[in-house]
């Protein structure tokens, strides 16, 4: 795939040269010219950051030739053209050019809005702190209750800390700043990097986004090498302080990356997108809208016919029609024509008329086509169309079915994988606490306040399980479910059982902002 960037004063805009290019973008031999470690033997000596002892071997590597007898061989430089920054670097080259992954995340409107819906719903909606299974189990082993209270302000300190430690390891971003940019990244292109910095000491004291489109993955697993302005970084796996730099030698101490990455069992190294799956629909829908803006701007069907009828205009006067036309009317309204015809002859009578050819409105071409392709492209995210837009024919009964499908089969266990990678962070940090990525909500305040006080009833839950899920500190005595009097334990047999008959007819005619959502009037009723 070739892209076309046309640069005026302020502005650059991106547009594709035909559709083979688009559908062939994963091809090598289309997208070396854009990949920045596609660099030859030159220009490998003209970067940064690399040691002395791996110049030497890289000028060795360069220079070799074929040698015959006595010393003589060929002055040809084979090998520079052969040996690129892959082949140097040790680094295996990913399946997509990952600079076009970058930028069509941009250009596809249906792309942008369901990764964008992903990433606000997965890390987004920020971040909170619960306890591990070991200081549950701790926590449950204390029968006094003041231990009990002095534990629980204990754990709140711990997270405060634990807070502000992960809000202070930036100046310039706020922790879900950084996740943000990482999981952008993994969307867009299949892979996703956080950078860790360490202190002296050897103290996480940095914690960081690289952008993806910058990053190659090592042949032996051993680390990273990022290649940006001219200047090449080598990268540790997380964890390991022990690997030496490969590029720049021992008196470099690189910082280390948390690869995130899909998962594609065609590559072992890279992970891919999600929009690889919808290739074709993306190129359709540029291509069709293309196809439409070349209408309105380069369209070969007149607008009026012109017909004169006995007489013959002149030079000057055809030439004023024209230039009217052509020029004088476009990007203006109500402009007046003046054209001098002959008189009348006792033979003929001199008759001027314009028939307007497309009088009626213009529709885009290709709209149910469109359509498709923007199915197609949000099954390939799995993202429900309600969250990248309000189309007409949804109601409220598929809306709130799609939400609970997304967030329990795709919001759900992205958390799930990210909080295990970040968790590595926190448990250098605490083992009695563990992040985790707040959910999607699909019950508003109100009918989450009924569910808590009917757990609360039923001794399902103790209030402190309700403040501590709030955000809120634990109570004295919070700990001990509520001991309901006997006129109140019968209230709540007959309330959970709906033996009396107000309390039938009160759930029948609930409200669908208490429970299901009805379906829209004339969709007929639900399925169960």
Same mark, same amino acid.
């Given at each position: 795939?070739?892209?076309?960037?046309?640069?005026?004063?302020?502005?650059?805009?991106?547009?594709?040269?035909?559709?083979?290019?688009?559908?062939?973008?994963?091809?090598?031999?289309?997208?070396?010219?854009?990949?920045?470690?596609?660099?030859?033997?030159?220009?490998?000596?003209?970067?940064?950051?690399?040691?002395?002892?791996?110049?030497?071997?890289?000028?060795?590597?360069?220079? +070799?030739?074929? @040698?015959?007898? #006595?010393? %003589? /061989?060929?002055?040809?430089?084979?090998?520079?053209?052969? =040996?690129? $920054?892959?082949?140097?670097?040790?680094?295996?080259?990913?399946?997509?050019?990952?600079?076009?992954?970058?930028?069509?995340?941009?250009?596809?409107?249906?792309?942008?809005?369901?990764?964008?819906?992903?990433?606000?719903?997965?890390?987004?909606?920020?971040?909170?702190?619960?306890?591990?299974?070991?200081?549950?189990?701790?926590?449950?082993?204390?029968?006094?209750?003041?231990q009990l209270e002095r534990a629980r302000k204990k754990l709140n300190?711990?997270?405060?800390?634990?807070?502000?430690?992960?809000?202070?390891?930036?100046?310039?971003?706020?922790?879900?700043?950084?996740?943000? +940019?990482?999981? @952008?990244?993994? #969307?867009? %292109? /299949?892979?996703?990097?956080?950078?860790?910095?360490?202190? =002296?000491? $050897?103290?996480?004291?940095?914690?960081?986004?690289?952008?993806?489109?910058?990053?190659?993955?090592?042949?032996?697993?051993?680390?990273?090498?990022?290649?940006?302005?001219?200047?090449?970084?080598?990268?540790?796996?997380?964890?390991?302080?022990?690997?030496?730099?490969?590029?720049?030698?021992?008196?470099?101490?690189?910082?280390?990356?948390?690869?995130?990455?899909?998962?594609?069992?065609?590559?072992?190294?890279?992970?891919?997108?999600?929009?690889?799956?919808?290739?074709?629909?993306?190129?359709?829908?540029?291509?069709?809208?293309?196809?439409?803006?070349?209408?309105?701007?380069?369209?070969? @069907?007149?607008?009026?016919?012109?017909?004169?009828?006995?007489?013959?205009?002149?030079?000057?006067?055809?030439?004023?029609?024209?230039?009217?036309?052509?020029?004088?009317?476009?990007?203006?309204?109500?402009?007046?024509?003046?054209?001098?015809?002959?008189?009348?002859?006792?033979?003929?009578?001199v008759e001027f008329k314009m028939e307007p050819i497309e009088a009626?409105?213009?529709?885009?071409?290709?709209?149910?086509?469109?359509?498709?392709?923007?199915?197609?492209?949000?099954?390939?995210?799995?993202?429900?169309?309600?969250?990248?837009?309000?189309?007409?024919?949804?109601?409220?009964?598929?809306?709130?079915?799609?939400?609970?499908?997304?967030?329990?089969?795709?919001?759900?266990?992205?958390?799930?994988?990210?909080?295990?990678?970040?968790?590595?962070?926190?448990?250098?940090?605490?083992?009695?606490?563990?992040?985790?990525?707040?959910?999607?909500?699909?019950?508003?305040?109100?009918?989450?306040?009924?569910?808590?006080?009917?757990?609360?009833?039923?001794?399902?839950?103790?209030?402190?399980?309700?403040?501590?899920?709030?955000?809120?500190?634990?109570?004295?005595?919070?700990?001990?479910?509520?001991?309901?009097?006997?006129?109140?334990?019968?209230?709540?047999?007959?309330?959970?059982?709906?033996?009396?008959?107000?309390?039938?007819?009160?759930?029948?005619?609930?409200?669908?902002?208490?429970?299901?959502?009805?379906?829209?009037?004339?969709?007929?009723?639900?399925?169960e």
């Amino acid at each position: 795939m070739e892209f076309i960037e046309e640069e005026n004063e302020n502005q650059q805009s991106i547009s594709i040269s035909n559709a083979a290019d688009w559908l062939k973008f994963s091809s090598k031999s289309i997208i070396e010219d854009t990949d920045p470690f596609n660099l030859e033997g030159d220009e490998l000596k003209k970067l940064n950051g690399l040691g002395s002892t791996f110049r030497r071997k890289m000028g060795r590597d360069i220079q +070799k030739r074929f @040698v015959g007898q #006595e010393g %003589t /061989g060929t002055q040809q430089n084979l090998l520079a053209q052969a =040996v690129t $920054g892959y082949a140097m670097f040790d680094l295996i080259e990913p399946p997509y050019n990952l600079d076009y992954l970058s930028k069509i995340y941009e250009i596809s409107p249906y792309n942008y809005s369901a990764i964008n819906a992903k990433v606000s719903n997965i890390v987004g909606l920020g971040y909170s702190f619960i306890e591990t299974s070991r200081t549950n189990d701790a926590l449950d082993t204390i029968t006094d209750e003041k231990q009990l209270e002095r534990a629980r302000k204990k754990l709140n300190r711990i997270k405060q800390d634990l807070e502000s430690w992960l809000e202070s390891v930036n100046e310039e971003e706020t922790f879900t700043e950084t996740l943000i +940019k990482a999981y @952008v990244d993994l #969307e867009a %292109t /299949g892979n996703g990097y956080i950078e860790i910095g360490r202190t =002296v000491a $050897g103290n996480i004291g940095y914690i960081g986004h690289i952008p993806a489109k910058t990053m190659r993955v090592r042949r032996l697993r051993d680390g990273f090498i990022q290649l940006l302005y001219g200047k090449a970084v080598f990268f540790r796996n997380f964890g390991d302080q022990e690997t030496e730099n490969p590029i720049a030698g021992q008196e470099d101490r690189p910082n280390e990356v948390i690869h995130l990455k899909k998962y594609t069992p065609t590559n072992n190294y890279y992970g891919i997108p999600d929009i690889i799956a919808a290739q074709n629909a993306m190129a359709g829908n540029e291509f069709a809208g293309k196809y439409n803006l070349d209408y309105f701007e380069n369209k070969a @069907v007149p607008r009026y016919i012109i017909t004169v009828k006995g007489a013959k205009l002149s030079t000057e006067s055809e030439r004023k029609l024209l230039e009217f036309f052509q020029v004088g009317l476009k990007g203006k309204n109500h402009r007046s024509l003046y054209i001098p015809l002959p008189p009348d002859s006792p033979d003929s009578k001199v008759e001027f008329k314009m028939e307007p050819i497309e009088a009626g409105t213009q529709e885009g071409s290709f709209n149910t086509y469109r359509l498709s392709n923007r199915d197609e492209i949000l099954l390939a995210h799995r993202v429900p169309i309600n969250k990248v837009g309000t189309p007409a024919g949804v109601n409220l009964a598929v809306a709130r079915d799609a939400d609970k499908t997304f967030r329990e089969q795709v919001c759900g266990p992205a958390q799930n994988n990210l909080a295990k990678k970040i968790n590595k962070i926190i448990e250098e940090k605490t083992d009695a606490l563990l992040i985790k990525f707040n959910e999607l909500t699909l019950t508003d305040e109100d009918t989450q306040s009924k569910i808590d006080e009917r757990y609360l009833r039923m001794q399902v839950i103790t209030p402190n399980e309700v403040r501590i899920r709030k955000g809120m500190i634990p109570i004295e005595g919070g700990d001990e479910v509520v001991d309901l009097k006997a006129q109140d334990a019968a209230e709540q047999t007959a309330q959970a059982g709906k033996t009396r008959s107000r309390d039938s007819e009160r759930s029948a005619n609930s409200p669908d902002k208490s429970g299901e959502g009805r379906n829209s009037k004339g969709d007929g009723r639900q399925v169960e």
